[in-house]
């Protein structure tokens, strides 16, 4: 069964330094890998996804989030924080031949000015 | 804008009554998802309908059922409702491939008094 988890309820960090929000997961075969965001009162927003090739995926708003198969990892990064950043943050995966996508429970992200 | 359509926004209704949520998906999309977002229990994957077949059932009650129809848009029932059903109810879409990501909708805010 697929499963993900997100170690950190809570990330603070200042603005301006480079932000990391953890992720780890397991499924049976190849991964397919997303980065949600959520501002207050509104649905999740893509970020970024891996399908395969290059471990490191560039996303929106200058998110990238590295791959990493031996640690079963997707962590999420940006060099330079933003005050708004701030928001929650859900990784998900999807088994191969999986109809849907599953949901860590959420990091928020508070950068702080 | 997701180009995802969710009425109503905000609902509130009392204990042992019944709801409809309803699911405008993005044009062309064929495939429609509902989740359920608890402060307790995170983003839950209910239901996976496809060109009106449903494809995947995750923790959805028997008391919920869900279906979509042939213009693609959907209807999320609740009945019998109670407190715990108080929630943030999420309708997304996606296009046809099984690794493409899901846009979400502005959710449907359910209140059980």
């Known amino acids: 069964a697929q499963s993900v988890a997100q170690p950190e309820d809570q990330v603070n960090v200042a603005e301006g330094n480079p932000l990391t929000v953890k992720c780890t997961y397991s499924?049976?075969?190849?991964?397919?890998l997303f980065w949600y965001v959520q501002y207050p009162n509104r649905g999740l927003q893509f970020l970024l996804k891996y399908i395969t090739g290059d471990n490191l995926v560039k996303g929106s708003y200058g998110f990238e989030a590295e791959f990493n198969k031996s640690q079963t990892s997707f962590h999420l990064k940006k060099p330079s924080a933003l005050v708004s950043d701030s928001a929650l943050y859900f990784c998900a995966v999807r088994e191969p031949g999986a109809n849907n996508l599953f949901f860590g429970t959420g990091t928020r992200l508070t950068v702080i000015p | 804008d997701s180009g995802v359509t969710q009425t109503p926004k905000h609902l509130i209704t009392a204990t042992g009554q019944r709801v409809t949520l309803r699911c405008s998906p993005r044009?062309?999309?064929?495939?429609v998802y509902w989740y359920q977002q608890s402060l307790d229990q995170g983003l839950q994957f209910l239901i996976h309908?496809?060109?009106?077949?449903?494809?995947a059932k995750g923790n959805i009650l028997e008391r919920f059922s869900a279906q979509q129809f042939p213009d693609l848009h959907s209807e999320l029932n609740l009945s019998s409702l109670e407190l715990g059903d108080s929630a943030l109810y999420f309708c997304?879409?996606?296009?046809?491939?099984?690794?493409?990501?899901?846009?979400f909708g502005e959710g449907s805010r359910l209140t059980v008094l």
């Open positions: 997304a879409s996606s296009v046809r491939t099984a690794i493409g990501e899901l846009f």
């Open positions: 044009s062309g999309d064929l495939s």
């Open positions: 499924v049976s075969g190849n991964p397919y």
């Open positions: 309908y496809y060109n009106g077949e449903e494809r």
